[in-house]
Structures are given as C-alpha cells and as structure tokens.
C-alpha cells in the first residue's frame, strides 16, 4: 500500500509523509489544477484504488447577527468552496483515475470516501455556512454512487462528531472535557484514529457504498 498526502500545508503534509513512508503533494484542494497533479501523484505508483477526502474547516456566522446586519456572502462562498467543491475536485478526479484500473473481485475498482459532518443533520446556531457544506457533501453521496457503479467504484461519507483534532486542542482543557461529556457514550472527544479504522473497513468492506455513517458516539448536538 502507498500513500500520497495532499495539503495546503506543505510541512503538514511532508511531516505525516515521511511518518507512514508516503509521498506528499502540496497543493490547493480548491484549484483543479493541484488537485490533478495530486490525483496524478497519488497514481504514479498505481494503481489507485482508495480516495479520501477530509480537506475543510467551519465558520461562524448566523443569518444575521445581533445587530441585525445580514450574514456576509464572503465568508459562505469560502466555506462552500473548501468543503464543497475541494470535495468535488478530488472526487471527479480520483474518480476518473481509478475507473481506468482493473477490476478486483465482483468488479470493483475503487471507493472514494468524502467527510461530513454531523453538522449536516444537526446542524447549531451560527452553523449555517458549515451545515450547508457538509449537507451538500452528504447530498453527493448518493447520486455520486449512482454514477460511478457502473465503473466498480463505491462512493461512501463519514459524518463525524466531536473530534480531539487540532481545532480542539486550542480551547481550555475544562472546555474540551465539557464538550468530551456531552457525547452519549463513550463520554469522550473522539480519536480521530478512530476515522482512520473506518476508513480502512470501509475500504477493505465491499458491500458498504451509497451511504452516510454517523461517527460520533451517540451524539446528537444542541441549537448551542
């Protein structure tokens, strides 16, 4: 198995790289061009077989504030962009890379797994920008599916909850346990290697394809 790790973060991506002995690309997921050269990298060794997406981040912002002031398109078109059409890059193209492969046992030839959030369904006050995200990434699902059955490739997202990443990681210690314990069980952040072993079920688990699987333990979010 080889890994090709594309990022904006160059650093980012060549640290997690040289950790699991893979490649790493830099690139923008917005921009088609980068996402190609990535894709390209990504098949060099070949074949392709696996895709994941998991490119994104969220914004804060209600329809319109306690001013009364309307929520700003900008920040909206951003967060559309990055989750939504960096998801549709990388999909479209790893997609076109791996239908191009041989096929596998019943046919198949590949999956692509995109990430969204449980945002998408329950989505809370100031969320409107990364709930639409992510219900458009949960929308893809099925019609991306549909399209692809017909050249083996399975398409399937996650719809992560309350993750120990990064973003987390900046708030106080006593906030994060807070949010660990509004899970319904176990009482914790999530590990996001937890993702990873999906991901690999997901991957090595043919008949699982057209659907959305909520990772989060139990957790169904609050308006705030």
Not at 15 to 29: H, L, M, Q, Y
Not at 175 to 195: E, T
Request: net charge negative; proline share 6%; glycine share 10%.
């Amino acid at each position: 198995m080889h890994v090709t790790v594309f990022d904006l973060n160059e650093d980012g991506a060549k640290t997690v790289a040289d950790e699991i002995g893979g490649a790493s690309v830099a690139g923008d997921v917005t921009d088609p061009e980068h996402c190609q050269r990535a894709v390209d990298r990504a098949a060099d060794p070949g074949p392709l077989r696996v895709a994941v997406n998991c490119a994104g981040t969220g914004w804060i912002g209600r329809v319109i504030d306690r001013q009364g002031n309307p929520h700003e398109l900008g920040p909206f078109e951003f967060i559309q962009r990055l989750n939504v059409i960096g998801t549709f890059n990388i999909m479209t193209k790893a997609a076109a890379a791996i239908a191009k492969t041989d096929p596998l046992t019943d046919t198949e030839r590949g999956v692509i797994v995109n990430t969204a959030s449980v945002a998408a369904f329950d989505g809370q006050i100031g969320q409107l920008a990364y709930s639409a995200s992510k219900g458009a990434v949960v929308g893809m699902t099925l019609p991306a599916a549909r399209d692809l059955s017909v050249v083996g490739i399975r398409v399937v997202t996650i719809a992560p909850g309350l993750f120990d990443t990064p973003l987390l990681g900046m708030l106080p210690e006593e906030q994060r346990q807070a949010l660990g314990q509004s899970v319904l069980f176990p009482k914790r952040l999530g590990d996001p290697a937890r993702y990873g072993e999906l991901v690999v079920h997901i991957a090595t688990n043919n008949y699982i394809n057209a659907e959305v699987i909520r990772l989060d333990g139990g957790i169904r979010m609050p308006p705030k």
